[in-house]
């Protein structure tokens, strides 16, 4: 009986840490809420293509403004109207898909005036999307993951001090994830002092609209050489390639899936912190079906 008793030890072992190393597995990131066409939260997870969801966007606070979301087609949040989205939120948990919150975007009103005004944005999200406890919370009572710094106006100031902030939030109980949206010249011109604070979680960094660093018919070059540099500059857990999930969803940058999958992804997936490629956006994925595509292979 003692070669069955060795075996079976050996088997959990495998099992247990095929358990412990499957959560931090390769995914998929897309981006919601900006288009009312794009199905509903709910619906989007459950298409089981998505590891993280961004709730695009948060495109309207500090320097003392009243935080506003903008989920375009899909809730009037000055009605109250988003609430409803708690069940979608919950529902996305419980598959396992992580819920964030995606603040700034690339039209909106924002910018941190002080080390103060950032505690103040942290201390709303907290209450408002977060852990703690607000009588007005735009989503409803459901804890969201975290907070995804899409930042492409504004200054650069004071981004760190806000990562700082929330990251201490992780103290009193749940995790609050912190993403980032860089574009990929390095450094981004607005968060790159945040990142290098340590405190990213994940950064999907924008592999598009930026010619000098993305791919281009056949070329993996300038895409190639501007990976290795995040990867080795950034102190973040993962990296993931942001790309347009449709030739209409950004100025340049598409990445056919035929590319993708033979030159691109085998390129970069041995890097130590490849965590996977985020998706602008759900509504564009819907169109060319980018993510069924290409999830076998990320």
């Not at 500090?62 to 069940?87: E, F, K, R, V, W």
């Not at 975290?146 to 492409?152: A, L, P, Q, T, Y």
């Not at 050489?225 to 990296?239: E, F, G, H, L, R």
Request: charged share 15%; hydrophobic share 40%; proline share 5%.
């Amino acid at each position: 009986m003692a070669p069955k008793l060795a075996i079976s030890v050996a088997f959990l072992i495998s099992v247990s840490l095929a358990v412990q190393f499957g959560a931090d597995a390769a995914g998929i990131a897309i981006y919601w809420g900006q288009n009312g066409n794009e199905g509903t939260l709910e619906e989007t997870c459950a298409t089981g293509n998505y590891e993280f969801v961004n709730l695009a966007f948060l495109p309207t606070f500090g320097n003392g403004q009243t935080p506003m979301i903008n989920l375009a087609g899909h809730c009037d949040p000055y009605t109250n109207g988003c609430t409803g989205l708690s069940s979608d939120i919950k529902s996305c948990q419980a598959k396992g898909v992580k819920v964030i919150l995606s603040i700034g975007g690339g039209a909106g009103s924002y910018y941190l005036t002080s080390k103060e005004d950032a505690r103040q944005v942290a201390t709303y999200l907290w209450n408002n999307f977060l852990g703690g406890s607000s009588s007005s919370r735009p989503l409803g009572d459901a804890v969201l993951d975290g907070i995804d710094f899409d930042i492409e106006g504004g200054t650069n100031l004071h981004w760190d001090d806000l990562a700082r902030y929330l990251s201490a939030y992780s103290k009193q109980g749940k995790k609050v994830y912190l993403t980032a949206a860089p574009q990929c010249p390095f450094p981004d011109a607005w968060v790159g002092g945040a990142l290098k604070t340590g405190l990213f979680d994940n950064v999907w960094v924008q592999f598009y609209n930026n010619p000098p660093c993305q791919y281009s018919s056949g070329d993996l070059s300038n895409l190639e050489n501007a990976w290795k540099q995040w990867i080795s500059d950034i102190p973040a857990t993962k990296i993931f390639l942001g790309l347009p999930a449709a030739p209409a969803a950004a100025g340049s940058g598409f990445i056919p899936v035929a590319d993708l999958t033979s030159k691109v992804l085998p390129a970069i997936k041995g890097s130590p912190k490849y965590g996977g490629v985020m998706l602008w956006s759900k509504y564009y994925d819907d169109q060319t079906k980018y993510s069924s595509s290409i999830k076998s292979s990320v």
